[in-house]
């Protein structure tokens, strides 16, 4: 089983819509959440950090659930330049982050 | 821009060879780290660097070494390239060994045929 795993999609969002997606990660001790945003064939950029009382920011809603352990996304009102690959990224004490493959979103005119 | 420089930005080495790739972190961080992307996979760590030292190891065989320099600027080599290590090969920059926060250079293209 993989430490963190994502769903593929992709995501094919009307413009204007809502979507949201899901990660789960394997390791209970884990200590910080992320999301990242990686666009074709660039690098990762952090695009929030997830609390576990929950986040947002502007238009991005990020919830973490450590009870069932799994942390979501949600994107409110896309806009075309929402399209990328959303990366869930989780770090357990210790330097290393850990990534999933990374969920696919594209949102169409 | 992260500050992050990479180089070179891609490459292309036959198996068996060698290679020697570069990351110049942002002014003020003393720690690097290297992530292997396969295609349509998600960064792996491969280790990272804080004061010219290893400190922390993913699961990738020896013939993946790294260095830091006094300037904090880092080499990841690969020898006995297989057609696997075919990746886009990332480092990141940031301040002391287990931060929140890891910013990525632009990433190494490397295609081995």
């Known amino acids: 089983r993989k430490e963190v795993e994502q769903d593929p999609g992709p995501f094919n969002v009307p413009e204007g819509a809502t979507v949201a997606f899901n990660c789960t990660y394997s390791?209970?001790?884990?200590?910080?959440f992320f999301w990242y945003r990686q666009d074709c064939r660039k690098e990762p950029k952090l695009l929030m950090s997830v609390y576990s009382s929950g986040n947002e920011d502007g238009r991005f809603t990020a919830q973490l659930n450590r009870a069932s352990q799994y942390i979501s996304l949600l994107i409110r009102d896309s806009k075309l330049s929402d399209s990328a690959t959303y990366l869930c990224?989780?770090?357990?004490?210790?330097?290393?982050?850990?990534f999933g493959g990374g969920t696919r979103v594209l949102v169409k005119p | 821009e992260t500050g992050v420089t990479q180089s070179p930005t891609h490459l292309i080495k036959t198996r068996g060879q060698q290679v020697t790739l570069r990351c110049s972190s942002q002014s003020g961080h003393n720690t690097v780290s290297w992530y292997q992307q396969a295609l349509g996979q998600g960064p792996q760590f491969i280790f990272q660097?804080?004061?010219?030292?290893?400190?922390g190891r993913g699961n990738f065989p020896p013939r993946f070494s790294g260095l830091q320099f006094p300037n904090y600027s880092s080499e990841l080599n690969v020898n006995a390239l297989e057609l696997d290590d075919s990746a886009l090969y990332l480092c990141?920059?940031?301040?002391?060994?287990?931060?929140?926060?890891?910013?990525f250079g632009p990433g190494t293209r490397l295609t081995v045929l």
């Open positions: 660097y804080y004061r010219e030292e290893e400190n």
């Open positions: 990141a920059s940031s301040l002391g060994t287990s931060p929140d926060t890891q910013y």
């Open positions: 990224v989780v770090k357990a004490a210790g330097n290393k982050l850990t």
């Open positions: 390791n209970s001790a884990s200590q910080s």
